[in-house]
């Protein structure tokens, strides 16, 4: 996912080394590395981008970045992940992997690390669920001791339509205006509860243990 999501601009990039940052949740380049870097981006031969050596492998698991090795074109390209990168992943800057890192696994991540609340690694979810007569969002809420509420509070879970008849889209509510989640094709990030994203909240849903905080 990631390599097709890189700025166009990576093919005339006149570095061979540089970093992608995160920039509310899209990408931009930078041959300066800092810690808004998202990944470490290595330009490479065609044939030689699904090969990472022992340098390369030393240095992701020390900065705890993604690596992506790219060929002649945004097209060609593999990621590589340090070690025990999906269990220790930070909240912010992941990368969209469908059934790995989307809104779903931000949302169960989020609320495990403040609040230890455990919610299921492995629900299943198929591609576009939400066409598909599927509404996985409020048909486990209740399973998973989320209440319906009307009235938005700090970490809440916001639900929201995007382009469907049903929620396919859950964000955290962090106070202040500010919103995270992970959109469909970009990093998860924090950023302004926007009217774009209020007009498609269709409910708000608080874990009950925080009813009376």
Known sequence: MLGHNLPKDIETYPENKFYAI????????????SEDAVAIIVRKSNSDIYNIS???REEINRLKKLLVTVGS???????????????????????FIHGIFDCYTLLRDYYKRTFNVIMPTNIQRSWEWWNQGENLYVDNADTYSFVQVYEIKKNDILLMKLNSQVPNHGAIYLGD??????????????????????????AIYR??????V
């Open 73 to 95: 074109n945004r097209d060609r390209s593999e990621v590589f992940f340090p070690d025990r990168y999906f269990e220790n992943a930070e909240l912010v800057g992941r990368p």
């Open 207 to 212: 874990h009950k243990d925080n009813i009376n």
């Open 177 to 202: 205006n500010k919103i995270l989640h992970h959109m469909t094709g970009k990093l998860s990030t924090i950023e302004e509860f926007k009217n774009s994203y209020k007009f498609r909240v269709s």
């Open 22 to 33: 995160n920039d509310a949740g899209a990408l931009k380049l930078s041959s300066e590395y």
């Open 54 to 56: 022992d340098l390369e």
